[in-house]
């Protein structure tokens, strides 16, 4: 081996250590701050907004985006160092983390629906998906298209991450080959396209119970835990990992997510694609200026109770609209004063109420 090619494969090496043993990606938290802001401000706009203020709502997608990579990074790691996963001590995680704010926050709602007129459209709508929102079956059975407003409708996105959290570790356990897991997860992309498409539609017949459930897998949570496959084989770090972790690429990923913002690609996917990529440079590169201002404190900190706000957040949202009525409609006053408000409920909520359950994760 010639002295260049030592030096790379020593490169490779140590990035790929640094990696894999990383307990914390600070960046991924700065992010998770970026999106709870963008779903903030979605819910402060009184309509859709064109061009980029009008993309909140994609937010949500780059919080898929890091659980796919997140997650699954976690269970490969388990899987690498114990020979397998261990299903109800990982079920148990996620369960104390989700559950206990999120049935506090769904009794909230009932209370609140019950004090609504017994002939409010929406509080018969709420209750009578009551058993959807319980189960974390919302995004399948729930019909959103009513002529008024849903409540609790934000959990769609809840339903999809736990089904993720309920599959993945099985599917990690019964694949064992890194090639057969990616290329199964990349099979789950590609019929959730197909299907969104309208391309099966003989065994998918268009808006039946078959397709609803299909579609529910979002392909921005499949990038990310495609993407955490391939990093995590040594083959695939050496090409791909690497170069993720060049701070010009996460400058460039950057720039190509923020020009699909302006005007989307062809294909929406192409976008949850190049999200995925931003994610990942952002969770593997140590010298970027952008990764930086992710990881500074108090970014940090909005992503690690970004979970509770974005519970708490429209009813936030609908009691400052209330309080102030004139700020309603006035998404550029109404916004700061949401996030604020929120970030400080999050907050108390995580210290005294959450962190009871999160002391007991790994007991």
Known sequence: ?????????????????????????????????????????????????????????????????????????????????????????????????????????????????????????????????????????????????????????????????EQFYLCLPLVVRRLASRVSLALFIAALIVIDQLAERRMLAPLLPPHSRAEVIITSFVASIGFGALLAVVLDDERGFRWLGVLLSHRLSVAGLLGLVVLWLIRFPPHFVMFEAALALFVAACALCTNSRIVRLLSAAPACHIGRVSYGMYLFHVPVIGALKGAVPSIAKQPAALFPLAMIATTILATVSHRYFESRFLANRFR
């Open 1 to 161: 081996m010639t002295m260049p090619e030592a030096a790379t494969t020593l490169h490779h090496s140590t990035a790929l250590d640094r990696f894999r043993n990383a307990k914390y990606f600070p960046a991924l938290d700065g992010l998770r701050c970026v999106s709870i802001a963008a779903v903030i401000w979605h819910h402060c706009t009184p309509r859709p907004l064109d061009g980029v203020l009008g993309r909140g709502h994609l937010g949500v997608r780059l919080f898929f985006c890091i659980s796919g990579l997140l997650i699954t990074t976690l269970l490969l790691r388990e899987q690498r160092t114990t020979g397998s996963i261990g299903l109800l001590k990982f079920w148990k995680r996620r369960t104390l983390r989700i559950f206990p704010l999120y049935y506090s926050v769904l009794l909230g709602f009932v209370v609140f629906a019950l004090g609504m007129p017994d002939t409010s459209p929406v509080r018969r709508h709420f209750l009578a998906n009551l058993p959807f929102f319980a189960s974390h079956t919302s995004n399948w059975f729930i019909n959103y298209n009513v002529p008024h407003p849903v409540l609790f409708a934000f959990a769609w996105s809840l339903s999809t991450e």
